[in-house]
Nanobody, 125 residues
Framework: QVQLAESGGGSVQTGGSLTLSCRAP????????MGWFRQIPGKGYEGVAA??????????FYTDSMKGRITISQNNAEKSVYLQMNGLKAEDSAIYYC????????????????RGQGTQVTVSS
């Protein structure tokens, strides 16, 4: 497994905002879809957002449960992607993992090869 360098996360109140960042090593960015999935306690894994870094303005994908509240973006020079999360809810509390794969969907969350160490997001009222 290849580690991606992710940062961000933390604790916020309901309605707050957080930004997650993820940097990929040479050879990964630009040839993979990058994004985040999350592990929700007692509920398993869920894909959150992804972007095709092979294009300068890559196609974006969002989970329905967060659509309208999140934006994924890319910085080609930094080989990084970012997840801006607004209007956070208690049910968004989870460990968020940055990941990369050849495709932008149907990720094998337990065995995905390119993955960050995970960052905790806690939303409280």
């Amino acid at each position: 497994q290849v580690q991606l360098a992710e940062s961000g996360g933390g604790s916020v109140q309901t309605g707050g905002s957080l930004t997650l960042s993820c940097r990929a090593p040479e050879g990964v960015y630009g040839s993979n879809c990058m994004g985040w999935f999350r592990q929700i306690p007692g509920k398993g894994y869920e894909g959150v957002a992804a972007i095709d870094t092979g294009d300068d303005d890559g196609e974006r994908f969002y989970t329905d449960s967060m659509k309208g509240r999140i934006t994924i973006s890319q910085n080609n020079a930094e080989k990084s992607v970012y997840l801006q999360m607004n209007g956070l809810k208690a049910e968004d509390s989870a460990i968020y993992y940055c990941a990369a794969d050849f495709v932008c969907g149907h990720w094998d969350y337990l065995n995905i090869y390119y993955r960050g160490q995970g960052t905790q997001v806690t939303v409280s009222s």
